[in-house]
């Protein structure tokens, strides 16, 4: 009987162990927000449902057609450190900024005097938004591509990871690079961008500097999970929402409308020990409603262990 008793305490010894070693696991939570929509009212809402950081979206505003600041860098400043005074006036931080993407802003232009225009727009950006004292920068890694050149894409990626990694030590902020959506190769007469599939990601990744990290998309690709695994401590932060690896759709995880297994999500996040923002890029009605589903989640992932 005392035998009994023993192993029945040390089970639940172990249940306590494991329950509190999840409850260490456990994120803060982000989302992300046009930075010309933030205010400190909607900022203080936010902090008080449980959020502690946000991604400044909608960047590429402060761009002209020729990807020109519009506006004066002294400008911008003064406009940069009133948001950074909102943001610490309501007790919120920048986690990321999503640095501007289109099909003129791409990383991987085959055109090397347009790819250098390229890189210095994105440093451009960098140096106004640098004021927010964002932890990372976050870079699509093209747009769409022409048929059969995506070795020469990859090429041109790698010398702009490159390069912008170098033009970003200036600043204490880590670099990261998006998996993008790609379930299959083609989209009518043009191919998916970089970044496609877990294995491109991996071999394109080798090529990068060691310290840029990758920002894994749970909307652009089937089974996230795999690309977490995958990559490990690479992982450096997250753009969460619901889909089923075939549209941009960006459920809210809860509304149940995607196919993302979230337990398997989850039990990845833990085994590579990720310790970033739980950062959502979906849609929402209310801010708490992200808060209450991450609990929800969370919930579920714990009751399955």
């Not at 070795?151 to 990694?165: G, K, M, T």
Request: some cysteine; hydrophobic content about 40%.
């Amino acid at each position: 009987m005392r035998k009994l008793l023993i192993v029945i305490c040390l089970l639940f010894t172990g249940l306590y162990d494991s329950q509190a070693q999840i409850k260490e696991h456990a994120h803060q939570i982000g989302y992300s927000i046009d930075f010309k929509k933030i205010t400190l009212e909607k900022m203080r809402y936010a902090k008080s449902v449980g959020i502690d950081y946000i991604e400044l979206a909608g960047v590429s505003s402060i761009l002209d057609k020729e990807l020109n600041l519009k506006g004066t860098k002294s400008g911008w400043k003064i406009k940069v450190d009133s948001l950074k005074g909102i943001l610490d006036a309501a007790g919120i931080k920048v986690w990321s900024i999503h640095m501007p993407f289109s099909k003129d802003l791409d990383l991987s232009l085959v055109d090397e005097v347009a790819r250098q225009k390229v890189i210095q727009t994105q440093l451009a950006v960098a140096e106004v938004f640098s004021p927010a004292q964002p932890q990372i920068m976050l870079f699509h890694p093209s747009y769409f591509l022409g048929n059969n050149e995506r070795e020469a894409r990859i090429n041109q990626l790698v010398r702009s990871v490159d390069e912008l990694y170098l033009g970003l030590e200036r600043y204490d902020v880590q670099m990261v690079v998006e998996n993008m959506l790609g379930p299959n190769l083609t989209m009518g007469d043009r191919e998916r961008p970089l970044l496609r599939t877990v294995e491109e990601c991996q071999l394109v990744f080798r090529r990068f500097p060691e310290k840029v990290g990758i920002a894994v998309d749970m909307c652009h690709i089937a089974n996230p999970e795999k690309l977490l695994l995958a990559f490990g401590q690479r992982v450096k932060t997250l753009h969460v929402s619901d889909g089923n690896g075939q549209a941009e759709l960006h459920y809210l995880p809860c509304n149940k409308k995607g196919e993302n297994d979230w337990t398997a999500i989850f039990a990845a996040l833990d085994k590579i020990n990720y310790e970033g923002v739980f950062m959502y890029e979906c849609k929402y009605s209310d801010e708490r409603e992200l808060t209450d589903c991450y609990d929800e989640l969370r919930k579920q992932y714990v009751n399955s262990l």
